[in-house]
Structure formats: structure tokens, C-alpha cells
């Protein structure tokens, strides 16, 4: 009975993310890296790149909505989770802009394979309802912030977990790095695309990375302390769940 105390309280935290759902609509902009921004080249270069990972994860999601279908409800929270905080932009370059991305949570929780076919999945909506990013960029997109930035989170936590440091840290660590890991591909993809005609690629991502950096470093923290908060209040509920898991 306490348990399912418990879970009604992640249920309702879900609703009310799911109701938040319409907020980034009210004021919808450009985000990510916008549509025609990169060359047709590198839109099928980076959407190339993100397929087997993308098999991945479909293997890996449905091996664990097999295994136990109540994480479910923790899969439609990680989801809600990255459609929200990515849609909160703050205008950094021309052709993108800063925003936290949520997926250093869902990939603690679930792993960086499920959080790319997640990923590209927020990534879909948000080019169709919201109109950020774009579908000729949803490879590159999709590469930077649903693949890179899980992985290294991922890889983070399970490293910080291994060492028997403080959950909390653990997930803080990753997600922070994680949403930071994510602007640099972004950077290094735009560099890519978009060389200084003087002074080429290096010069051109170090530009990049200068300009995202005053507005993405505090971003990250604030994703991180946000993720720690989620987490504790999961811990508390869904125990059983994350143990499951593997994440605790």
C-alpha cells in the first residue's frame, strides 16, 4: 500500500510535467541547431552516425519494458523531463542557442542507449509542434545531445558509483557534464559546417565554445542541481524500480 503511496506521487509529478508540455509553445523560437543551418553533406553524415545507436536503444527499451513494464512510468518522466528543460532557450549564436537538455537524468536512470531513441523522439516533436531545430539538422541534433551527452553521463555515474561516491555527486556529475559535453559537439558541428574563412576549424570552435560558454556553464549547474532534486524525490518513491534498474 506504501508503495503504491509512493508511485502515485511520481504519477502526479508526470502529469504535471505533461501539463507543462504547452509552456515552450507560448513564446517558440529556433532552437538547437536550426533547419537549413548545415550543408545537406553534414545533415546525412551526423544522421548516418546516429543509426546504430538508435538500433541500440530500441533493443535496449524493449528488452527493459519486458523485463518490468512499471518502468514505464519513469520512462514517460525522463521523457517529459528533456521535452521541457530543452525547450528553455537562451539566444547564444546565430543558428542555435543555449538551453539545459535533461538527458544526463534519463541516462543515470535508464542508459545512454535509451536515451537516444528517447532523444530523437523529443527532438521529433519539438521540430514538428515547437518548430526548434529542424529535420534537416535532427541527425546532428540528435548526435550531440540525445548520443554524446548521455554516453558521457552515463559513463559518469557508473564511474562515480564504481568509486562509491555520493549518489548525489554522482548524478550532479553527470548531468552537468553531460549537458556541457552536449555544446561542445554542437560547437565542434558548427565549426565543421561553418569554418573560418581566414583561420579555419580550430579558430572557428573555439569561437563557438566562447560564445555558447557565459550562458551554458551556469545552465548546466542549475540542470544538475535540478536532477539531483528529481532524483532524491524517485529514490524515495521508486526504490524497487531503480533497483531494477541497476541505477542504486
Keep these: 500500500m506504501l508503495v503504491n503511496k509512493k508511485c502515485d506521487k511520481v504519477k502526479i509529478l508526470v502529469a504535471v510535467l505533461s501539463v507543462l508540455l504547452v509552456v515552450p509553445a507560448l513564446n517558440a523560437s529556433a532552437m538547437h541547431i536550426m533547419e537549413g543551418y548545415l550543408p545537406v553533406g553534414y545533415c546525412i553524415l551526423w544522421g548516418v552516425l546516429c543509426v546504430p545507436f538508435l538500433i541500440w536503444g530500441g533493443i535496449d527499451m524493449k528488452k527493459q519494458m519486458k523485463s ?18 530543452s525547450s528553455l532557450k537562451i539566444p547564444s549564436v546565430t543558428g542555435s542557442c543555449s538551453h539545459p537538455t535533461g538527458t544526463g537524468l534519463g541516462a543515470v ?28 539538422t535532427l541527425g546532428a541534433n540528435t548526435f550531440s545531445m540525445a548520443i554524446a551527452g548521455p554516453f558521457l553521463s552515463y559513463g559518469i555515474y557508473r564511474l562515480c558509483k564504481k568509486m562509491n561516491v555520493n549518489k548525489a555527486v554522482g548524478v ?18 558548427l565549426a565543421l559546417a561553418h569554418p573560418d574563412a581566414a583561420n579555419g576549424f580550430m579558430f572557428s570552435l573555439v569561437k563557438f565554445m566562447g560564445i555558447f560558454a557565459p550562458t551554458q556553464v ?11 532534486i ?3 524525490v524517485l ?9 531494477r534498474l541497476s541505477v542504486i
Excluded at 119 to 131: K, R, Y
Design 172 to 189: 550532479f556529475l553527470a548531468a552537468t557534464l553531460g549537458d556541457l559535453f552536449t555544446y561542445v559537439i554542437t560547437s565542434v558541428q
Design 218 to 228: 551556469p545552465i548546466a549547474i542549475a540542470e544538475g542541481i535540478l536532477s539531483v
Design 109 to 136: 536512470l535508464f542508459g545512454a542507449p535509451v536515451m537516444s531513441l528517447l532523444g530523437i523522439i523529443v527532438l521529433i516533436f519539438q521540430a514538428l509542434l515547437l518548430a526548434h531545430g529542424g529535420f534537416t
Design 235 to 243: 529514490e524515495a518513491s521508486c526504490q524497487k524500480e531503480l533497483q
Design 68 to 85: 518490468d513494464g512499471r518502468t514505464k512510468i519513469l520512462l514517460a518522466l525522463s521523457g517529459a523531463f528533456v521535452f521541457i528543460i
Design 230 to 232: 528529481i532524483f532524491n
